[in-house]
């Protein structure tokens, strides 16, 4: 038989043809019929990283706040137990189907919730000092914060596995980004509490401070400080959250038995603010409106006396990371102090004239931050 070279090279060719064909074919085929669920593999594995973390983030905090507990309180009994089953505590808000009164009935249940919680603690430790309370009470919100990061994150990732279902995962891999930050910083500002010392979100408050040094400081609310002093023949009332204690305070409350002494002529609320991403750590904003972060319960009152009593309501704005507000207060941030306070100076001088009375209002968790 002859060979025939030409041949052998179109027999050849044909099926290299075919192979290409079938190289190009089956990944496509794959892609059509496989492509949800490769993509639900590739994302949940990375997802599944992210929850390992959250878990161990939790785990450690809670063994460092029952350690924290052990090393440093007087207890009559192992407060493990108790103090565990803190950690599962809910809340449940109102019903707001009608809106009608429904900041009153989440004011009312948020309160109800501090009380029986600093209610408890007291009563598991003996010679607790406030400050002591208010740091364990922050404690115990970290680990309570990142035990719901954790078992929100895993139920909604356990429920796409189990569906197989990639829209579903979506969302959640869109929101692991942001869970992660924050949860990288609750558990970054265990140190900081357990020591009693500033914070980011403590810059307000210490520049408020500051300012009350020399002054007669009398209670406004609970946990709440305001007193007097004066800038350049306006009257300043001073309003911050009682110190070192790791509190907030009740603003609200304080500026409606201020306003009950005397009406102030303009509001000025300084603050921490977090900024935008591409914005500079400890950068200084201006603005208008209540600033005051949380749940809007204390917002709401400031607004609700300011709008009643057509009082002027000006922001002081510290700009900050989430990581930065709720961790160790850094350098740069409290070097803005001074800064912040010719701010503020110059805020009075351009909206209130000689004679007049402005309310400052330093808001945030003043720990580690006197008066």
Not at 10 to 29: K, N, Q, R, Y
Not at 187 to 204: R, T
């Amino acid at each position: 038989m002859d060979f025939n070279f030409d041949e052998f090279l179109a027999w050849v060719g044909e099926d290299i043809d075919t192979l290409m064909m079938l190289i190009w074919i089956i990944p496509v085929i794959v892609f059509v019929f496989y492509g949800q669920r490769i993509q639900l593999l590739i994302s949940s594995n990375e997802i599944k990283k992210d929850i390992d973390k959250l878990e161990e983030y939790t785990a450690s905090t809670k063994k460092d706040f029952l350690n924290y507990v052990k090393n440093n309180l007087t207890s009559k009994t192992d407060p493990s137990k108790r103090l565990d089953s803190f950690f599962d505590y809910f809340t449940i808000m109102p019903v707001d189907m009608d809106p009608n009164g429904i900041i009153s009935k989440i004011n009312h249940l948020v309160r109800s919730r501090e009380d029986f919680i600093r209610l408890q603690i007291n009563g598991m430790f003996s010679d607790l000092s406030s400050v002591e309370l208010s740091k364990l009470q922050n404690l115990l919100e970290i680990v309570t914060t990142l035990q719901l990061f954790y078992k929100h994150t895993r139920h909604l990732y356990l429920t796409a596995k189990k569906q197989k279902n990639f829209p579903l995962i979506l969302p959640l891999q869109m929101m692991i980004p942001f869970i992660m930050e924050e949860a990288v910083a609750l558990k970054d500002a265990m140190p900081a509490i357990k020591k009693g010392q500033p914070i980011g979100d403590s810059i307000g408050p210490m520049i408020v401070g500051q300012m009350m040094l020399d002054t007669t400081k009398e209670s406004a609310a609970f946990e709440t400080v305001w007193s007097k002093t004066t800038f350049e023949d306006r009257e300043l009332f001073l309003l911050k959250a009682e110190g070192p204690n790791a509190t907030v305070g009740r603003p609200g409350d304080g500026f409606e038995k201020i306003i009950s002494n005397k009406k102030p002529d303009l509001v000025i609320m300084i603050d921490a603010s977090l900024k935008l991403e591409g914005e500079d750590s400890a950068s200084i904003a201006k603005g208008f409106g209540a600033a005051i972060g949380g749940i809007g319960t204390e917002r709401f009152k400031i607004e609700e006396i300011a709008t009643k009593n057509q009082i002027p309501i000006l922001a002081l704005v510290i700009k900050q990371s989430i990581h930065e507000a709720i961790t160790l207060m850094t350098q740069t941030i409290a070097d803005k102090a001074n800064a912040v306070r010719d701010e503020l100076h110059q805020m009075i001088r351009e909206n209130t004239t000689s004679g007049q009375t402005v309310l400052v209002i330093g808001v945030g968790n003043t720990i580690g931050v006197s008066q």
